[in-house]
C-alpha cells in the first residue's frame, strides 16, 4: 500500500509541475503581448500587463511541484534505507 500512496504522490507532483510550466507559457504569452505597444502603435488594455503576472504565478507553482516531488523521493529512499534494501527498489 506505501507504493500505492507514494506513486500518487509522484503523479500529482507532476501534474503541479505542468500546471505550472502551461501557466508559465501562458504567462509569457501574454507578457509579448502587453509589450507590443512599445514596438509598435497598438493600444492594448492595462488587463494584458495584469495577465503578464501569471508568468510568476508558473514559476512558483513549478517550484511547488518540484518540491513535492523532491519530498516524495527522499520519503522513499527513507523508508528503502530503513527496511535494509540496498538495491534502490521498494521492498
Known amino acids: 500500500m506505501p507504493e500505492t500512496s507514494e506513486s500518487a504522490q509522484v503523479v500529482?507532483?507532476?501534474?503541479v509541475?505542468?500546471?505550472?510550466?502551461?501557466?508559465?507559457?501562458l504567462g509569457l504569452v501574454a507578457t509579448l503581448i502587453a509589450i507590443l505597444p512599445l514596438v509598435t502603435d497598438l493600444e492594448l488594455s492595462s488587463a494584458w500587463w495584469f495577465?503578464?503576472?501569471?508568468?510568476?504565478?508558473?514559476?512558483?507553482?513549478?517550484?511547488?511541484?518540484?518540491?513535492?516531488?523532491?519530498?516524495?523521493?527522499s520519503s522513499r529512499s527513507t523508508v528503502t534505507r530503513s527496511t535494509g534494501n540496498n538495491s534502490g527498489l521498494p521492498a
Not at 500529482?12 to 501534474?15: F, L, P
Not at 509541475?17 to 507559457?25: E, K, N, P, Q, V
Not at 495577465?51 to 517550484?63: C, E, F, W
Request: hydrophobic share 55%; charged share 15%; net charge positive.
Open 12 to 15: 500529482r507532483a507532476q501534474r
Open 17 to 25: 509541475i505542468r500546471a505550472g510550466a502551461i501557466l508559465t507559457i
Open 51 to 73: 495577465l503578464s503576472m501569471i508568468t510568476g504565478v508558473g514559476l512558483a507553482t513549478v517550484i511547488a511541484g518540484l518540491t513535492m516531488s523532491a519530498r516524495s523521493r
